[in-house]
């Protein structure tokens, strides 16, 4: 079986891109200087019924948003993950087109809770957690939050994400955390927290937009129903 720590994630610099004013390649060392560091714990939903608390390391992507300055053209943003079959072998999986794609409507990622992240628990990233550069949006299932990003780009259409190619039925490509919309084969009304006597911890029940209710604003008058 291959070892993470065998595992050598040659990602030297994320490139930014698109409908923007001001293209960019940054290093992990540029990406650590643009803006202050800071901790946050968030709650994390995976969609399949677990969930976990989490300090994460990073800052506000709207920091970067802001360098790049988006034309008036830029609706969404699309996260493009790293695809090294040498070194990955999962990306021969058919079950998913790699590499793996995300993406946010542009005010979503313009929110201060959505955070470019490049640590968590006190250390850098590890290879199985998306070193070097993640995004996490804790209101959103976890898919929601790509790993080891090679690319970002601002356009005009909303982004083909991975898992909403793949099923479409099941993986919307908004994927807010709703206890009230059940995914096919499973309710989402309830979860189990890792850390909390393992699976022997009783059922918590799931709240809307994972307790984030600060970001219910940018889904006003939107049918969670039906932009699942």
């Not at 542009?106 to 550069?133: I, K, S």
């Not at 911890?201 to 008058?221: I, P, Q």
Request: hydrophobic share 40%.
């Amino acid at each position: 079986k291959r070892s993470n720590k065998k595992i050598q994630l040659f990602l030297k610099s994320v490139s930014i891109e698109g409908e923007i004013k001001k293209p960019m390649v940054l290093d992990l060392d540029a990406l650590l200087k643009l803006a202050p560091l800071e901790e946050r714990v968030y709650r994390l939903r995976c969609v399949e019924g677990w969930s976990m608390v989490i300090p994460w390391i990073g800052y506000s992507l709207s920091e970067l948003i802001k360098k790049v300055e988006p034309n008036g053209n830029a609706k969404y943003v699309e996260f493009i993950s790293l695809a090294d079959k040498k070194q990955m072998p999962g990306v021969n999986n058919p079950v998913l087109e790699w590499p793996y794609v995300e993406g946010l409507r542009l005010d979503e990622a313009n929110h201060r809770l959505t955070l470019l992240t490049l640590g968590m628990y006190g250390q850098v990233l590890p290879v199985q957690n998306g070193a070097p550069v993640r995004i996490i949006t804790p209101w959103k299932y976890g898919f929601k939050s790509a790993k080891s990003i090679v690319k970002i780009r601002f356009v005009r259409e909303q982004p083909k994400t991975a898992w909403n190619i793949a099923a479409p039925s099941e993986y919307g490509f908004y994927s807010n955390v709703n206890p009230e919309v059940n995914h096919p084969r499973w309710s989402q009304a309830t979860e189990r927290r890792i850390g909390e006597d393992g699976f022997l911890a009783r059922k918590r029940k799931t709240l809307m937009f994972n307790g984030y209710d600060e970001v219910a604003s940018l889904y006003s008058g939107m049918d969670l129903r039906k932009f699942f």
